[in-house]
């Protein structure tokens, strides 16, 4: 089984809503390590809303943030990079942009062979592209290493009609289509990345990071979070 590991930089932060948490960072790892254990190939598409969210820039142009947004993710991702090897999980960083210094240039073949030799994969930088989120990326990456599923780490522990944080009365949804995601405007990914799963069925488990042991729950196949398919 390969499956594509998407984590929110927002995740990574914990309780503290920025920068990095070590006891985060050491818990997906250990869940991790568990995983490549049980034979199952792991890469991990990481966000970096925990240091920069473009979007919420309004005087600076679009393009320029997205960038920095994808240098907010290589950080993110060296961080996993060093909690994995922690505890020896052989571990390599592909960047979309280039960082020949502490990155490898993404190359398909290269990662589907690390994958294939139980190497986990952390892809950075996004697409390399702007106007492209990270959660396109999990969607792209998914598709071009034949992932199994995308196992979407989020803040939240499952899909909601409206944000369950300001709206006491949003509904949670345990199973959905691609195309409710798009016909409902659901916030828990991006129309493209959407689109993308959907033309490519490509099943997406949503579910919160913070629950102990909950990645390794989803690839289980508990009834955890939402299901969409």
Known sequence: MRVILKISGEALAGKSKFGLNEEMLSMIAKQVKTLTEMNVQVAVVVGGGNFW??????????????????????????????????????????????????????????????????????????????????????????????????????????????????NSNAIRYEELTHMDLLEKSLKVMDSTAASLCMDNNIPIHVFGLSEPDNVIKAVCGEKIGTIIK
Not at 60 to 72: E, S, V
Not at 116 to 130: D, E, L, Q, R, Y
Request: no cysteine; proline share 4%.
């Open 53 to 166: 969210r473009g979007r919420t820039s309004n005087s600076m142009d679009r393009a320029t943030a997205d960038y920095m947004g994808m240098i907010a993710t290589v950080i993110n991702a060296l961080a996993l990079q060093d909690a994995f090897e922690a505890i020896n999980i052989p571990t390599r960083v592909q960047s979309a942009i280039e960082m020949k210094e502490v990155a490898e240039p993404y190359i398909r073949r290269r990662a589907m062979s690390h994958l294939s030799k139980n190497i986990v994969v952390i892809f950075a930088a996004g697409t390399g592209n702007p106007f492209f989120s990270t959660d396109t990326t999990a969607a792209l990456r998914a598709a071009e290493i034949e992932a199994d599923i995308i196992l979407l780490a989020k803040k939240v522990d499952a899909v909601y009609s409206d944000d369950p944080e300001s």
